[in-house]
């Protein structure tokens, strides 16, 4: 039995939070500083992870290894089993000329990149969020940039840095249920609290993507399309989440957003569009269609590839991938169906792992959830076979470009593995609950550095629900001892893991695999660190601000 223990070198929380920051600084030093690929970095900050559990946390060596087992386990199960089945999709789709379609439909709406980084990564990255997360907007939104003439790392950093403001609101609102089953507070409060703190991101973000697209020029150029979007957007968070319902919030949001800038876009346009490279040549970029023995499908396949006017039919196929996708895991949430997709899930104590933390209980993370019915991996894979079945794709074709997407994926899902592991590692030792109570020990100015913490927390796993799950009850007792709102501050720690997520190593193998760019997750994360760093700094001071008399009326 390995029973957790916060203060393990020299009895001093302090020297035990520096101890316990090695396995990160490695990681953030070999991604950023030495420009090591994402898998060799992750692999090295395990074995750090594993090397201070071992030796400063006396986790016995069976159990730390073991961790790391479960750790990997989750990054393939329900992680990468999302991004596979996605990718899939997209595959499916570029293979039959459907993408092509798609590139073409939405530069009808507007044919300026930094309009459609707004309406594709930030409002229809929203909508998949809400519906799916873990990962699946990434991927998605960034091979969808990258379709519309975007260069690969311009287009997953744009979606990483739009996957922002829906976050704690997504996958049905998961993160919040989840905090408020830890905290005792009730979702609605928490909620409303968290409606009160990321609308403020969604003003920002349209511009920041604006921004990264075209620099100051195109902010002046385009923004009033870009407020339009994220007023737009917080608005429908800030009403759904504080008068109608946490759990579609992001639902509404998004979809407000997207209807308010198709609006919008009809009776205003930049005066001098910025127009992808290769959508000024006539025609566009070609995208080359799975050869087939069919020649009246290969015939089709290269009609959708060209450059004449689309069929209705082929515009309803375009869309239909992700129409199916809304549908699907729509219908997922609803009532009946929900009750019976969840009976396909399996729960068993991970082997090996004999854990207590300080309240003499096992941390849930010793739990593994095969939830293999109603995972957004299992949900995307039932998407795919519609989709199939909708564009008439061969089973061979669709294998084939099943095929091709494990290659693509291939270095992404080790380093994914092994982030997840490095996760497992440090939050089962407790090198994660150190960091997290020594920044809670700060007293009154506790406020000012609460978002941090949950920005932590996702940076490590990926995930705004781990997250919360690792720190809400923390934030909670700490609010308690600094005489500060518990809602308030629990509300902090969601609000604050949202923009940690553009940074977490697992989304950004996710941001770069998806765009060919396996490997140089490093220079990724160069790209979008600043912003995370800065929309960080202002959260921090807003949830200051709102502990105080300044902004105390905004507080639940």
């Not at 519609?386 to 494990?406: D, K, N, S």
């Not at 700060?442 to 990926?462: K, M, Q, Y």
Request: hydrophobic share 55%.
């Amino acid at each position: 039995m390995y029973k957790q223990v916060l203060d393990p070198v020299g009895d001093s929380l302090f020297l035990s939070a520096l101890v316990a920051m090695i396995p990160l600084a490695t990681l953030f030093l070999l991604l950023g500083g030495l420009k090591l690929k994402s898998h060799w970095a992750g692999l090295l900050a395990l074995l750090a992870a594993i090397l201070v559990a071992v030796i400063a946390y006396s986790m016995p060596v069976g159990q730390a290894l073991d961790a790391a087992v479960e750790g990997a386990a989750f990054g393939l199960f329900p992680i990468m089993w999302i991004v596979w089945n996605a990718i899939w999709i997209f595959n499916m789709t570029e293979d039959s000329g459907h993408f092509a379609v798609l590139r073409r439909s939405f530069a009808a709406i507007s044919d300026d990149q930094r309009i459609q980084a707004v309406i594709i990564a930030f409002s229809f990255g929203a909508l998949l969020e809400a519906l799916a997360g873990f990962g699946t907007p990434v991927a998605i939104t960034s091979i969808m940039l990258l379709g519309l003439g975007f260069k690969p790392m311009k287009a997953a950093s744009v979606a990483l840095v739009a996957n922002t403001a829906p976050v704690a609101f997504g996958a049905i609102a998961i993160p919040i249920v989840t905090l408020a089953g830890l905290t005792e507070i009730p979702k609605e409060d928490l909620g409303a609290m968290v409606g009160r703190q990321t609308p403020l991101l969604a003003l920002f973000v349209p511009l920041i993507l604006v921004g990264m697209v075209d620099g100051w020029r195109g902010i002046r150029a385009v923004w009033p399309a870009a407020l339009t979007g994220g007023v737009s957007f917080a608005i429908g968070q800030f009403v759904c989440s504080n008068y109608l319902s946490v759990e579609l919030t992001d639902i509404v949001a998004s979809l407000l957003s997207v209807a308010a800038m198709v609006a919008f876009l009809r009776v205003w346009q930049p005066g001098t569009p910025l127009v992808a490279e290769s959508v000024l040549r006539r025609g566009g970029p070609l995208i080359a269609g799975a050869a087939t023995a069919d020649a009246t499908h290969e015939a089709a396949i290269r009609r959708r590839e060209g450059d004449g006017k689309d069929s209705r039919a082929d515009v309803i196929g375009a869309y239909a991938p992700y129409v199916i996708i809304i549908i699907v895991f729509g219908l997922a949430q609803w009532g009946p169906i929900k009750d019976l997709v969840a009976k396909g899930t399996a729960e068993f104590s991970w082997p090996g792992l004999n854990i207590l933390n300080a309240k003499g209980e096992a941390p849930s993370a010793v739990t593994y959830k095969l939830n293999w019915a109603p995972a957004a991996g299992s949900l995307l894979l039932l998407c795919g076979l519609l989709t199939m079945a909708y564009l008439r794709i061969a089973p061979r074709a669709a294998a084939h470009a099943y095929g091709r997407m494990v290659n693509q994926l291939k270095w992404a899902t080790v380093t994914v593995a092994a982030v997840l592991a490095l996760a497992y590692v440090m939050n089962l030792s407790a090198q994660t609950l150190t960091i997290g109570t020594w920044i809670a020990g700060a007293g009154g100015i506790f406020a000012l550095l609460s978002p941090i913490i949950g920005w932590l927390g996702t940076a490590v796993t990926g995930s705004d629900t781990s997250s919360n799950s690792l720190f809400g009850v923390l934030q909670v007792s700490a609010a308690k001892e600094a005489g500060l709102d518990q809602t308030l501050m629990a509300a902090a720690n969601s609000s604050g893991g949202v923009l940690g997520k553009m940074v977490s190593p697992q989304n950004l193998a996710i941001g770069a695999a998806a765009v060919g760019l396996g490997g140089q997750e490093g220079e990724v994360f160069r790209k979008v660190i600043g912003w995370s760093l800065l929309l960080l700094a202002i959260m921090c001071v807003l949830v200051y601000l709102q502990s105080t008399a300044v902004l105390s009326w905004m507080v639940v």
